[in-house]
Protein backbone atom coordinates (compact mmCIF):
# COMPACT_ATOMS: atom_id res chain seq x y z
CA UNK A 1 0.00 0.00 0.00
CA UNK A 2 1.42 3.34 -0.66
CA UNK A 3 0.36 5.92 1.12
CA UNK A 4 0.44 9.20 -1.28
CA UNK A 5 0.67 12.78 -0.06
CA UNK A 6 -0.48 15.19 -2.51
CA UNK A 7 -0.30 19.10 -2.68
CA UNK A 8 -1.74 21.46 -4.78
CA UNK A 9 0.48 24.71 -5.16
CA UNK A 10 -1.68 27.20 -6.73
CA UNK A 11 -0.64 30.78 -6.60
CA UNK A 12 -1.19 32.33 -3.20
CA UNK A 13 -2.55 28.97 -1.37
CA UNK A 14 -2.50 25.87 -0.97
CA UNK A 15 -4.35 22.67 -0.94
CA UNK A 16 -3.85 19.70 0.35
CA UNK A 17 -5.52 16.21 0.80
CA UNK A 18 -3.78 13.19 2.17
CA UNK A 19 -5.35 10.34 0.01
CA UNK A 20 -4.45 6.75 0.64
CA UNK A 21 -3.84 4.09 -2.56
CA UNK A 22 -3.21 0.88 -3.39
CA UNK A 23 -1.12 -1.03 -5.90
CA UNK A 24 -4.33 -2.05 -7.47
CA UNK A 25 -5.42 1.61 -7.96
CA UNK A 26 -2.32 2.47 -9.51
CA UNK A 27 -2.15 -0.98 -12.22
CA UNK A 28 -6.20 0.52 -12.78
CA UNK A 29 -5.34 3.79 -12.64
CA UNK A 30 -2.27 4.42 -14.86
CA UNK A 31 -1.06 3.71 -18.31
CA UNK A 32 1.46 0.76 -17.39
CA UNK A 33 4.28 -0.61 -19.36
CA UNK A 34 2.25 -3.96 -19.71
CA UNK A 35 -0.49 -1.69 -21.93
CA UNK A 36 1.43 1.48 -23.17
CA UNK A 37 2.84 -1.05 -26.34
CA UNK A 38 -0.10 -2.23 -27.86
CA UNK A 39 -3.12 -0.18 -28.77
CA UNK A 40 -6.34 -1.58 -29.22
CA UNK A 41 -8.21 -2.37 -32.47
CA UNK A 42 -11.06 -4.53 -31.79
CA UNK A 43 -12.99 -6.85 -29.22
CA UNK A 44 -15.13 -9.84 -29.97
CA UNK A 45 -17.07 -10.18 -26.60
CA UNK A 46 -19.08 -13.32 -26.70
CA UNK A 47 -20.85 -13.96 -23.69
CA UNK A 48 -23.87 -16.62 -22.28
CA UNK A 49 -25.87 -14.91 -19.52
CA UNK A 50 -27.68 -17.11 -17.22
CA UNK A 51 -29.80 -15.32 -15.04
CA UNK A 52 -31.67 -18.38 -12.95
CA UNK A 53 -27.53 -18.62 -11.75
CA UNK A 54 -26.54 -15.28 -11.75
CA UNK A 55 -23.91 -16.61 -14.26
CA UNK A 56 -22.03 -15.51 -17.11
CA UNK A 57 -19.32 -17.70 -19.13
CA UNK A 58 -17.42 -17.02 -22.54
CA UNK A 59 -14.87 -14.89 -24.18
CA UNK A 60 -13.60 -11.69 -24.88
CA UNK A 61 -10.78 -12.05 -28.28
CA UNK A 62 -9.25 -8.58 -27.98
CA UNK A 63 -7.27 -7.28 -31.36
CA UNK A 64 -4.04 -5.05 -30.53
CA UNK A 65 -1.73 -3.27 -32.95
CA UNK A 66 1.47 -3.64 -31.71
CA UNK A 67 3.24 -0.20 -31.07
CA UNK A 68 6.77 -1.35 -29.31
CA UNK A 69 8.00 -4.96 -28.93
CA UNK A 70 6.56 -6.35 -25.58
CA UNK A 71 5.96 -9.72 -24.19
CA UNK A 72 3.89 -9.05 -21.53
CA UNK A 73 0.26 -7.77 -22.05
CA UNK A 74 -2.00 -6.74 -19.40
CA UNK A 75 -5.78 -8.11 -19.00
CA UNK A 76 -7.98 -6.29 -16.45
CA UNK A 77 -10.87 -8.48 -15.05
CA UNK A 78 -11.90 -8.51 -11.06
CA UNK A 79 -12.99 -11.28 -9.12
CA UNK A 80 -14.92 -13.58 -8.51
CA UNK A 81 -15.01 -13.70 -12.09
CA UNK A 82 -12.11 -16.21 -13.56
CA UNK A 83 -9.75 -16.34 -16.17
CA UNK A 84 -9.78 -19.91 -17.27
CA UNK A 85 -7.69 -19.36 -20.19
CA UNK A 86 -5.48 -17.73 -22.83
CA UNK A 87 -4.55 -18.14 -26.11
CA UNK A 88 -2.67 -16.61 -28.89
CA UNK A 89 -3.00 -18.30 -32.43
CA UNK A 90 -4.24 -21.32 -30.86
CA UNK A 91 -1.68 -21.85 -28.16
CA UNK A 92 -2.57 -21.66 -24.74
CA UNK A 93 -0.26 -18.95 -22.56
CA UNK A 94 0.76 -18.68 -18.92
CA UNK A 95 -0.75 -15.94 -16.85
CA UNK A 96 -0.29 -14.70 -13.79
CA UNK A 97 -2.01 -12.24 -11.11
CA UNK A 98 -2.21 -9.53 -9.08
CA UNK A 99 -5.83 -9.58 -8.11
CA UNK A 100 -7.78 -7.67 -11.03
CA UNK A 101 -4.57 -7.63 -13.36
CA UNK A 102 -3.57 -10.39 -15.06
CA UNK A 103 -0.12 -10.43 -17.23
CA UNK A 104 -0.37 -12.74 -20.05
CA UNK A 105 3.29 -14.09 -21.20
CA UNK A 106 3.57 -14.05 -24.94
CA UNK A 107 5.79 -16.50 -26.48
CA UNK A 108 5.39 -15.23 -30.07
CA UNK A 109 7.31 -12.31 -30.31
CA UNK A 110 5.36 -8.92 -31.05
CA UNK A 111 6.74 -6.91 -33.78
CA UNK A 112 6.13 -3.54 -34.52
CA UNK A 113 2.72 -2.48 -36.71
CA UNK A 114 1.64 -6.43 -36.42
CA UNK A 115 -1.93 -6.90 -35.75
CA UNK A 116 -2.28 -10.08 -32.88
CA UNK A 117 -5.04 -11.38 -30.90
CA UNK A 118 -5.51 -12.70 -27.57
CA UNK A 119 -8.47 -15.06 -26.94
CA UNK A 120 -9.38 -14.51 -23.17
CA UNK A 121 -12.08 -16.85 -21.91
CA UNK A 122 -13.21 -16.50 -18.38
CA UNK A 123 -16.24 -17.15 -16.17
CA UNK A 124 -17.90 -16.22 -12.86
CA UNK A 125 -20.40 -15.19 -10.79
CA UNK A 126 -19.99 -11.10 -11.50
CA UNK A 127 -20.62 -8.33 -8.80
CA UNK A 128 -24.08 -8.09 -8.50
CA UNK A 129 -24.56 -4.23 -8.11
CA UNK A 130 -25.40 -2.92 -4.91
CA UNK A 131 -26.84 0.40 -6.29
CA UNK A 132 -26.54 1.17 -9.73
CA UNK A 133 -25.26 2.64 -11.83
CA UNK A 134 -23.08 4.14 -9.16
CA UNK A 135 -22.35 0.72 -7.44
CA UNK A 136 -22.61 -1.18 -10.46
CA UNK A 137 -21.92 -4.23 -12.01
CA UNK A 138 -24.81 -6.67 -13.08
CA UNK A 139 -28.83 -6.36 -12.12
CA UNK A 140 -30.58 -9.10 -11.65
CA UNK A 141 -34.14 -7.88 -11.81
CA UNK A 142 -37.19 -9.66 -12.50
CA UNK A 143 -39.96 -6.90 -14.42
CA UNK A 144 -44.02 -7.03 -13.32
CA UNK A 145 -44.29 -10.31 -14.57
CA UNK A 146 -41.97 -11.84 -12.93
CA UNK A 147 -39.77 -12.10 -16.35
CA UNK A 148 -35.93 -11.95 -16.03
CA UNK A 149 -34.88 -8.09 -16.47
CA UNK A 150 -30.78 -8.06 -16.38
CA UNK A 151 -28.48 -4.92 -17.00
CA UNK A 152 -24.98 -3.98 -16.47
CA UNK A 153 -23.29 -0.55 -15.39
CA UNK A 154 -20.14 0.07 -14.54
CA UNK A 155 -18.47 3.70 -14.74
CA UNK A 156 -16.00 4.12 -11.85
CA UNK A 157 -15.67 0.31 -11.19
CA UNK A 158 -14.40 -0.52 -14.38
CA UNK A 159 -15.81 -2.48 -17.17
CA UNK A 160 -13.42 -5.24 -15.51
CA UNK A 161 -16.05 -6.24 -13.28
CA UNK A 162 -17.64 -8.04 -15.90
CA UNK A 163 -15.42 -8.38 -18.37
CA UNK A 164 -11.62 -8.69 -19.49
CA UNK A 165 -10.26 -5.97 -21.30
CA UNK A 166 -7.86 -2.97 -21.06
CA UNK A 167 -9.86 -1.16 -18.51
CA UNK A 168 -8.30 2.14 -18.82
CA UNK A 169 -9.51 5.34 -20.45
CA UNK A 170 -6.95 6.12 -22.89
CA UNK A 171 -7.26 3.83 -25.21
CA UNK A 172 -10.83 3.13 -26.88
CA UNK A 173 -11.39 -0.09 -28.70
CA UNK A 174 -11.81 1.26 -32.88
CA UNK A 175 -14.87 -1.23 -33.15
CA UNK A 176 -16.37 -3.97 -31.35
CA UNK A 177 -19.30 -6.70 -31.61
CA UNK A 178 -21.28 -8.04 -28.78
CA UNK A 179 -22.93 -11.33 -28.98
CA UNK A 180 -25.24 -11.97 -26.06
CA UNK A 181 -27.11 -15.31 -25.56
CA UNK A 182 -29.94 -14.47 -23.70
CA UNK A 183 -32.56 -16.72 -21.70
CA UNK A 184 -34.87 -18.12 -23.74
CA UNK A 185 -37.81 -15.77 -24.98
CA UNK A 186 -36.03 -12.90 -24.06
CA UNK A 187 -34.20 -10.45 -26.34
CA UNK A 188 -30.62 -8.34 -25.49
CA UNK A 189 -30.17 -5.15 -26.44
CA UNK A 190 -26.72 -3.42 -26.46
CA UNK A 191 -24.71 -0.83 -28.28
CA UNK A 192 -24.10 -0.49 -32.13
CA UNK A 193 -26.26 -2.06 -34.72
CA UNK A 194 -28.59 -5.42 -34.16
CA UNK A 195 -26.33 -7.49 -37.30
CA UNK A 196 -28.08 -10.95 -36.22
CA UNK A 197 -30.06 -12.75 -34.19
CA UNK A 198 -28.82 -16.97 -33.65
CA UNK A 199 -32.20 -18.06 -33.74
CA UNK A 200 -31.52 -21.61 -32.33
CA UNK A 201 -29.32 -20.41 -29.67
CA UNK A 202 -30.75 -16.73 -28.79
CA UNK A 203 -28.07 -15.15 -29.06
CA UNK A 204 -27.71 -11.39 -29.77
CA UNK A 205 -24.89 -9.72 -32.15
CA UNK A 206 -24.36 -5.88 -31.88
CA UNK A 207 -21.56 -4.14 -33.78
CA UNK A 208 -20.42 -1.03 -32.89
CA UNK A 209 -18.33 0.44 -35.71
CA UNK A 210 -17.05 3.55 -33.46
CA UNK A 211 -14.39 4.26 -30.86
CA UNK A 212 -16.15 3.07 -27.78
CA UNK A 213 -15.03 3.39 -24.37
CA UNK A 214 -15.02 0.74 -21.88
CA UNK A 215 -17.89 1.27 -19.34
CA UNK A 216 -20.00 2.46 -22.13
CA UNK A 217 -20.29 -1.52 -23.33
CA UNK A 218 -23.68 -2.67 -22.18
CA UNK A 219 -26.08 -5.71 -22.08
CA UNK A 220 -29.50 -5.21 -20.87
CA UNK A 221 -32.28 -7.87 -21.15
CA UNK A 222 -35.70 -8.01 -20.86
CA UNK A 223 -38.94 -8.67 -22.47
CA UNK A 224 -38.47 -5.57 -24.84
CA UNK A 225 -40.50 -4.40 -27.24
CA UNK A 226 -38.85 -1.85 -30.02
CA UNK A 227 -40.26 1.03 -31.82
CA UNK A 228 -38.59 3.54 -33.59
CA UNK A 229 -38.12 6.73 -35.95
CA UNK A 230 -36.82 8.57 -38.63
CA UNK A 231 -34.43 11.43 -37.65
CA UNK A 232 -33.42 13.85 -40.31
CA UNK A 233 -30.68 15.36 -38.73
CA UNK A 234 -27.21 17.46 -39.50
CA UNK A 235 -25.34 14.43 -41.18
CA UNK A 236 -28.80 12.71 -42.48
CA UNK A 237 -30.92 10.31 -41.87
CA UNK A 238 -30.24 8.54 -38.13
CA UNK A 239 -32.20 6.06 -36.81
CA UNK A 240 -33.56 6.23 -33.43
CA UNK A 241 -34.37 3.05 -31.64
CA UNK A 242 -36.34 2.48 -28.25
CA UNK A 243 -36.97 -0.52 -26.22
CA UNK A 244 -39.15 -0.76 -23.75
CA UNK A 245 -40.58 -3.30 -21.30
CA UNK A 246 -44.00 -4.83 -23.29
CA UNK A 247 -45.83 -2.93 -20.85
CA UNK A 248 -44.81 0.54 -21.05
CA UNK A 249 -45.19 0.72 -24.53
CA UNK A 250 -47.83 3.35 -24.72
CA UNK A 251 -46.18 5.43 -21.91
CA UNK A 252 -42.92 5.17 -23.78
CA UNK A 253 -44.84 6.29 -26.93
CA UNK A 254 -45.42 9.71 -25.24
CA UNK A 255 -42.68 10.20 -23.31
CA UNK A 256 -40.09 10.04 -25.06
CA UNK A 257 -41.11 12.90 -27.72
CA UNK A 258 -38.07 14.31 -25.39
CA UNK A 259 -35.68 12.19 -27.48
CA UNK A 260 -35.93 13.94 -31.04
CA UNK A 261 -36.48 17.25 -29.04
CA UNK A 262 -33.19 16.78 -27.46
CA UNK A 263 -31.32 15.77 -30.60
CA UNK A 264 -32.35 18.87 -32.22
CA UNK A 265 -31.18 20.74 -29.15
CA UNK A 266 -27.68 19.55 -29.13
CA UNK A 267 -26.98 19.31 -32.52
CA UNK A 268 -27.51 22.51 -32.75
CA UNK A 269 -25.30 23.78 -29.92
CA UNK A 270 -22.89 20.46 -30.10
CA UNK A 271 -22.87 19.46 -33.98
CA UNK A 272 -24.32 16.28 -34.96
CA UNK A 273 -24.75 13.30 -33.18
CA UNK A 274 -21.37 11.45 -33.48
CA UNK A 275 -22.38 8.41 -33.87
CA UNK A 276 -24.62 8.37 -36.86
CA UNK A 277 -23.19 4.44 -38.17
CA UNK A 278 -24.39 2.88 -35.10
CA UNK A 279 -27.52 4.55 -34.49
CA UNK A 280 -29.73 6.07 -31.56
CA UNK A 281 -31.31 4.30 -28.76
CA UNK A 282 -33.18 4.60 -25.37
CA UNK A 283 -33.29 1.17 -23.49
CA UNK A 284 -34.98 0.68 -20.65
CA UNK A 285 -33.35 -0.81 -17.51
CA UNK A 286 -34.07 -1.55 -14.30
CA UNK A 287 -32.06 1.37 -12.96
CA UNK A 288 -32.12 5.09 -12.62
CA UNK A 289 -29.69 5.67 -16.39
CA UNK A 290 -26.55 5.75 -17.62
CA UNK A 291 -24.80 7.32 -20.83
CA UNK A 292 -24.17 4.28 -22.96
CA UNK A 293 -23.30 4.63 -26.36
CA UNK A 294 -25.45 4.56 -28.69
CA UNK A 295 -27.44 2.72 -26.36
CA UNK A 296 -28.50 5.17 -23.72
CA UNK A 297 -30.06 2.83 -20.79
CA UNK A 298 -33.24 4.72 -18.89
CA UNK A 299 -35.08 4.02 -16.03
CA UNK A 300 -36.44 7.23 -14.99
CA UNK A 301 -39.91 6.20 -14.14
CA UNK A 302 -41.43 7.81 -17.11
CA UNK A 303 -41.26 11.55 -15.48
CA UNK A 304 -40.01 14.57 -15.86
CA UNK A 305 -37.36 15.86 -13.91
CA UNK A 306 -35.01 13.57 -11.74
CA UNK A 307 -37.46 10.76 -10.77
CA UNK A 308 -40.10 13.66 -10.73
CA UNK A 309 -38.14 16.46 -8.89
CA UNK A 310 -36.53 19.45 -10.00
CA UNK A 311 -33.01 19.79 -9.46
CA UNK A 312 -33.63 23.68 -10.15
CA UNK A 313 -35.65 24.56 -7.77
CA UNK A 314 -37.55 27.10 -10.70
CA UNK A 315 -39.73 24.81 -11.90
CA UNK A 316 -37.54 24.83 -15.18
CA UNK A 317 -36.19 21.22 -14.43
CA UNK A 318 -39.39 19.69 -14.87
CA UNK A 319 -39.77 20.59 -18.66
CA UNK A 320 -37.86 17.41 -19.36
CA UNK A 321 -37.30 13.78 -18.20
CA UNK A 322 -33.63 14.46 -16.85
CA UNK A 323 -32.01 11.40 -17.82
CA UNK A 324 -33.22 11.36 -21.48
CA UNK A 325 -31.64 14.56 -21.87
CA UNK A 326 -28.78 14.39 -19.02
CA UNK A 327 -27.55 11.03 -20.68
CA UNK A 328 -27.91 11.74 -23.89
CA UNK A 329 -25.51 14.61 -23.72
CA UNK A 330 -23.22 12.24 -22.95
CA UNK A 331 -23.14 11.44 -26.64
CA UNK A 332 -21.04 14.44 -26.95
CA UNK A 333 -19.29 14.74 -23.85
CA UNK A 334 -18.29 11.48 -22.41
CA UNK A 335 -18.75 8.96 -25.79
CA UNK A 336 -17.47 11.67 -28.33
CA UNK A 337 -14.90 13.40 -26.31
CA UNK A 338 -13.66 10.80 -23.48
CA UNK A 339 -11.40 11.87 -20.60
CA UNK A 340 -8.21 9.59 -20.55
CA UNK A 341 -7.98 9.68 -17.01
CA UNK A 342 -11.00 9.59 -14.40
CA UNK A 343 -9.50 12.60 -12.43
CA UNK A 344 -10.77 14.78 -15.59
CA UNK A 345 -13.99 13.39 -15.49
CA UNK A 346 -16.00 16.83 -14.85
CA UNK A 347 -15.37 16.72 -18.89
CA UNK A 348 -18.17 14.04 -18.89
CA UNK A 349 -20.28 15.98 -16.29
CA UNK A 350 -19.40 19.60 -16.14
CA UNK A 351 -20.51 19.78 -19.81
CA UNK A 352 -23.19 17.41 -19.56
CA UNK A 353 -24.83 19.05 -16.13
CA UNK A 354 -24.51 22.16 -18.41
CA UNK A 355 -26.55 20.77 -21.59
CA UNK A 356 -29.14 20.57 -19.96
CA UNK A 357 -29.73 23.84 -19.46
CA UNK A 358 -28.86 24.30 -23.19
CA UNK A 359 -32.11 22.22 -23.94
CA UNK A 360 -33.83 24.59 -22.20
CA UNK A 361 -31.92 27.53 -24.27
CA UNK A 362 -33.33 25.98 -27.28
CA UNK A 363 -36.37 24.89 -26.43
CA UNK A 364 -37.38 27.89 -24.08
CA UNK A 365 -35.14 30.81 -24.14
CA UNK A 366 -32.10 31.89 -22.66
CA UNK A 367 -33.64 33.45 -19.50
CA UNK A 368 -35.25 29.72 -18.55
CA UNK A 369 -31.46 28.51 -19.25
CA UNK A 370 -30.04 30.81 -17.10
CA UNK A 371 -32.21 30.35 -14.03
CA UNK A 372 -31.84 26.70 -14.65
CA UNK A 373 -27.90 26.96 -14.09
CA UNK A 374 -28.41 29.58 -11.45
CA UNK A 375 -31.12 27.21 -9.54
CA UNK A 376 -28.50 23.83 -9.95
CA UNK A 377 -25.58 26.35 -8.06
CA UNK A 378 -27.55 26.05 -4.34
CA UNK A 379 -26.34 21.93 -5.03
CA UNK A 380 -22.69 23.13 -5.32
CA UNK A 381 -20.47 22.00 -1.61
CA UNK A 382 -17.02 22.99 -2.79
CA UNK A 383 -15.67 20.61 -0.81
CA UNK A 384 -12.65 19.50 -2.45
CA UNK A 385 -11.31 20.01 -6.21
CA UNK A 386 -13.27 19.40 -8.84
CA UNK A 387 -10.03 17.73 -10.57
CA UNK A 388 -9.04 14.42 -8.91
CA UNK A 389 -5.64 12.92 -8.81
CA UNK A 390 -4.32 11.42 -11.55
CA UNK A 391 -3.12 8.07 -12.70
CA UNK A 392 -4.79 5.92 -9.76
CA UNK A 393 -8.56 6.11 -10.97
CA UNK A 394 -10.34 8.97 -8.67
CA UNK A 395 -12.48 11.05 -9.33
CA UNK A 396 -12.78 14.96 -8.13
CA UNK A 397 -15.78 16.69 -5.91
CA UNK A 398 -19.58 15.63 -7.25
CA UNK A 399 -19.77 19.62 -7.96
CA UNK A 400 -18.29 18.50 -11.35
CA UNK A 401 -21.69 19.12 -12.26
CA UNK A 402 -23.56 21.87 -10.55
CA UNK A 403 -20.40 23.99 -10.25
CA UNK A 404 -18.50 22.57 -13.73
CA UNK A 405 -21.90 23.82 -15.98
CA UNK A 406 -22.07 26.78 -13.73
CA UNK A 407 -18.19 27.10 -14.85
CA UNK A 408 -18.87 26.88 -18.12
CA UNK A 409 -22.05 29.28 -17.97
CA UNK A 410 -19.69 31.90 -16.67
CA UNK A 411 -17.06 31.81 -19.33
CA UNK A 412 -20.14 31.82 -21.57
CA UNK A 413 -20.72 35.23 -20.15
CA UNK A 414 -17.63 36.39 -20.88
CA UNK A 415 -17.62 35.29 -24.08
CA UNK A 416 -20.86 37.70 -24.52
CA UNK A 417 -21.56 35.84 -27.69
CA UNK A 418 -24.12 32.90 -28.28
CA UNK A 419 -22.80 32.43 -32.16
CA UNK A 420 -19.02 32.72 -30.73
CA UNK A 421 -19.89 30.77 -28.01
CA UNK A 422 -21.55 28.00 -29.81
CA UNK A 423 -18.78 27.76 -31.96
CA UNK A 424 -16.77 26.91 -29.41
CA UNK A 425 -18.83 24.46 -28.34
CA UNK A 426 -19.20 22.80 -31.70
CA UNK A 427 -15.27 23.25 -32.39
CA UNK A 428 -14.54 21.40 -29.16
CA UNK A 429 -16.74 18.28 -30.67
CA UNK A 430 -14.82 18.27 -33.75
CA UNK A 431 -11.60 18.93 -32.49
CA UNK A 432 -12.04 16.02 -30.04
CA UNK A 433 -14.02 13.89 -32.48
CA UNK A 434 -14.10 10.43 -30.92
CA UNK A 435 -10.64 10.88 -29.18
CA UNK A 436 -9.78 11.03 -25.69
CA UNK A 437 -8.39 14.04 -23.90
CA UNK A 438 -7.24 15.89 -20.66
CA UNK A 439 -8.64 18.91 -19.15
CA UNK A 440 -5.24 20.86 -20.61
CA UNK A 441 -5.97 20.13 -23.42
CA UNK A 442 -9.87 21.31 -23.19
CA UNK A 443 -8.80 24.27 -21.37
CA UNK A 444 -6.24 25.29 -24.30
CA UNK A 445 -8.66 25.19 -27.73
CA UNK A 446 -11.56 27.01 -25.25
CA UNK A 447 -8.12 29.68 -24.56
CA UNK A 448 -7.48 30.07 -28.01
CA UNK A 449 -10.74 30.49 -29.30
CA UNK A 450 -12.00 33.35 -26.15
CA UNK A 451 -8.13 34.99 -27.18
CA UNK A 452 -7.32 34.84 -23.69
CA UNK A 453 -5.06 32.89 -21.10
CA UNK A 454 -7.61 31.04 -19.03
CA UNK A 455 -5.54 28.70 -17.30
CA UNK A 456 -5.96 31.17 -14.03
CA UNK A 457 -9.73 31.06 -14.13
CA UNK A 458 -9.84 26.96 -14.53
CA UNK A 459 -7.05 26.65 -12.03
CA UNK A 460 -9.44 28.88 -9.41
CA UNK A 461 -12.57 26.53 -10.27
CA UNK A 462 -11.43 23.76 -11.32
CA UNK A 463 -8.27 23.15 -8.92
CA UNK A 464 -9.23 25.47 -5.79
CA UNK A 465 -12.71 24.95 -3.99
CA UNK A 466 -12.45 29.05 -3.83
CA UNK A 467 -15.10 31.29 -5.81
CA UNK A 468 -13.70 34.68 -6.01
CA UNK A 469 -15.11 37.72 -4.04
CA UNK A 470 -15.83 40.48 -6.14
CA UNK A 471 -15.37 43.94 -3.55
CA UNK A 472 -16.35 46.99 -4.39
CA UNK A 473 -15.82 50.38 -2.38
CA UNK A 474 -17.36 54.11 -3.48
CA UNK A 475 -16.26 57.50 -2.62
CA UNK A 476 -18.22 60.05 -4.32
CA UNK A 477 -18.01 59.26 -7.75
CA UNK A 478 -15.04 56.88 -8.04
CA UNK A 479 -15.86 53.49 -7.90
CA UNK A 480 -13.14 50.77 -6.33
CA UNK A 481 -12.91 47.01 -6.92
CA UNK A 482 -10.86 44.21 -6.82
CA UNK A 483 -10.84 40.16 -6.61
CA UNK A 484 -10.16 38.18 -3.28
CA UNK A 485 -10.04 34.78 -2.95
CA UNK A 486 -8.29 33.79 -6.19
CA UNK A 487 -5.42 32.25 -7.22
CA UNK A 488 -2.41 34.25 -8.33
CA UNK A 489 -2.97 36.50 -11.93
CA UNK A 490 -7.12 35.66 -12.03
CA UNK A 491 -8.78 38.20 -13.66
CA UNK A 492 -12.49 38.03 -14.89
CA UNK A 493 -14.38 40.29 -17.03
CA UNK A 494 -17.65 41.09 -15.30
CA UNK A 495 -20.66 42.64 -16.23
CA UNK A 496 -22.31 45.17 -13.69
CA UNK A 497 -25.25 46.78 -13.61
CA UNK A 498 -25.46 51.02 -12.10
CA UNK A 499 -28.97 52.16 -12.13
CA UNK A 500 -29.91 49.18 -14.61
CA UNK A 501 -27.43 50.20 -17.00
CA UNK A 502 -24.93 47.19 -18.17
CA UNK A 503 -21.12 48.11 -17.33
CA UNK A 504 -18.37 46.13 -17.93
CA UNK A 505 -15.54 45.25 -15.01
CA UNK A 506 -12.09 43.39 -15.55
CA UNK A 507 -11.42 43.25 -11.38
CA UNK A 508 -7.83 41.50 -10.92
CA UNK A 509 -6.16 41.08 -7.50
CA UNK A 510 -5.32 44.63 -7.02
CA UNK A 511 -7.44 47.26 -6.57
CA UNK A 512 -8.71 49.55 -9.49
CA UNK A 513 -11.30 52.58 -9.68
CA UNK A 514 -12.83 54.08 -11.76
CA UNK A 515 -15.23 57.44 -12.12
CA UNK A 516 -18.55 56.89 -13.26
CA UNK A 517 -21.76 58.30 -13.83
CA UNK A 518 -24.88 56.87 -11.68
CA UNK A 519 -26.07 56.00 -7.79
CA UNK A 520 -23.30 53.01 -7.16
CA UNK A 521 -26.42 51.94 -4.31
CA UNK A 522 -28.11 50.37 -6.89
CA UNK A 523 -24.91 48.31 -8.28
CA UNK A 524 -25.85 44.96 -9.13
CA UNK A 525 -23.53 42.24 -10.19
CA UNK A 526 -25.08 39.64 -13.13
CA UNK A 527 -26.29 36.74 -11.26
CA UNK A 528 -25.32 34.71 -14.30
CA UNK A 529 -21.08 34.97 -13.42
CA UNK A 530 -20.53 32.50 -10.34
CA UNK A 531 -18.89 34.39 -8.28
CA UNK A 532 -19.28 35.66 -4.69
CA UNK A 533 -20.17 39.36 -3.54
CA UNK A 534 -18.61 41.15 -0.51
CA UNK A 535 -19.75 45.68 -0.94
ZN1 LIG B 1 -23.71 12.27 -16.17
Redesign the pocket.
Known sequence: MNKLLVAFTLGIFTFSQAQTFTEQDTLRGSITPEREWWDLNYYHLDIDVNADDKFISGCNTIRYKVLKPHQVLQVDLQPPLRIEKVTQDGVELEVTNNINAHFIQLTKPQKVGELNEVVVTYSGHPKEAVNAPWDGGFSWKKDANGKDFVATSCQGLGASVWWPNKDHMYDEVDSMLISVKAPKGLMNVSNGRLRSIDKETNTYNWFVSNPINNYGVNVNIGDYIHFDEIYQGEKGVLDMDYYVLKDNLEKAEVHFKDAPKMMQAFEYWFGPYPFYEDSFKLVEVPYLG??HQSSVTYGNQYKKGYLGRDLSGTGWGLKFDFIII??A??EWF?NNITYKDAADMWV??GF??YSESLFLDYHYGTEAANAYVQGIRNNIRNDKPIIGIYNVNHEGSGDM?YKGSNTLHTLRQVVNDDRKWRTILRGLNSEFYHKTVTTDEIEKVIGIEMKRDLKPFFDQYLRTTKIPVFEYKVKGKKLSYRFTNTVENFTLPIKVYIDDIPVWLEPSNEWQSEKMKGSFENLRVDPNFYIEINP
Do not use: F, K, R
Open positions: MEHEGHAHETCY
